[in-house]
């Protein structure tokens, strides 16, 4: 069953009520994002973003990745976000495997090889924020000024926890 | 001025008032969205999504770089979803840049060498859908089964519009 329609239908009711206008292309508050693809997080809920104000970049586990910090550059020198959040959650799938178990998996579906390929899982939720904040300070091409706030996200409560 | 007083009153304001309780890891609708990271666009809204719906994949542009694949493997193998939508938006950010460009600017500001990064910018936003339907369909370790939707969305309306 494909969800095709029922994103359609959902739009075409979001695009009526659409009273935005138009925005403009620099985040508004000034941030940018960096959280899990996780289904259960959802940032403009539970950070009380609208349209406009932030950048929000979002992949497996959050992680401070190149991708991150090539949309983190983008973010800063183009469009002039000046203030990181890195928010991991609670539960994550990231906790349940490792590299090896992934690689091995995808090796005996696809026959591919993946043993040169980190997917960033991680077995210590605050430890792995605070790697991804220092990922971020040490960046070369992401500002020294900016501040990055780590936090983790529970998912059985909706609640933001600081990482220090 | 910081953000983060902000971000965590607004946090404080929705867990207040959070129910979901256990969600369960998995998508419950079995998509992963792969889209900008801009502010103007909510998925979660423009799509109809709740907590626990889908994975939402958000970086500079809406990629399919080797994050979103390797979030999207994760996705698939790991947590069940068989249907992938890509998403760009009109008036991207990544219209309005080269590689050049933004390689010359973090040259000037951090003395930083990007010239064998790609920072992938795009020139048509219909093609860099096709280019990221296609990367990700002919990745080997995406499931060749599950159906690849594109879609560019219009930030001026909030309408998505199919892109073939």
């Given at each position: 069953m494909s969800e095709q329609k029922a994103f359609e239908d959902a739009n075409g009711r979001y695009a009526a009520k659409f009273e935005k206008g138009a925005l403009p292309m620099p985040p508004?508050?000034?941030?940018?994002?960096?959280?899990?693809?996780?289904?259960?997080?959802?940032?403009?809920?539970?950070?009380?973003?609208?349209?406009?104000?932030?950048?929000?970049?979002?992949?497996?586990?959050?992680?401070?990745?190149w991708s991150a910090i090539r949309s983190l550059a983008i973010s800063q020198e183009l469009l002039g976000t000046n203030e990181?959040?890195?928010?991991?959650?609670?539960?994550?799938?990231?906790?349940?495997?490792?590299?090896?178990?992934?690689?091995?998996?995808?090796?005996?579906?696809?026959r591919a090889e993946?043993?040169?390929?980190?997917?960033?899982?991680?077995?210590?939720?605050?430890?792995?924020?605070?790697d991804d904040m220092r990922a971020i300070r040490s960046s070369s091409i992401v500002s020294k000024d900016a501040p990055i706030h780590g936090y983790v996200y529970d998912v059985k409560t909706g609640r933001l926890k600081p990482v220090k």
């Open positions: 508004g508050r000034h941030v940018a994002v960096v959280t899990c693809m996780d289904a259960r997080l959802d940032p403009a809920k539970f950070l009380g973003l609208s349209e406009g104000d932030a950048h929000v970049i979002r992949n497996a586990g959050g992680r401070a990745d990181v959040f890195v928010i991991h959650h609670t539960d994550c799938g990231m906790l349940t495997f490792s590299n090896g178990d992934i690689q091995e998996r995808l090796r005996k579906k696809y993946t043993s040169d390929r980190d997917f960033l899982p991680f077995k210590d939720l605050e430890e792995s924020v605070r």
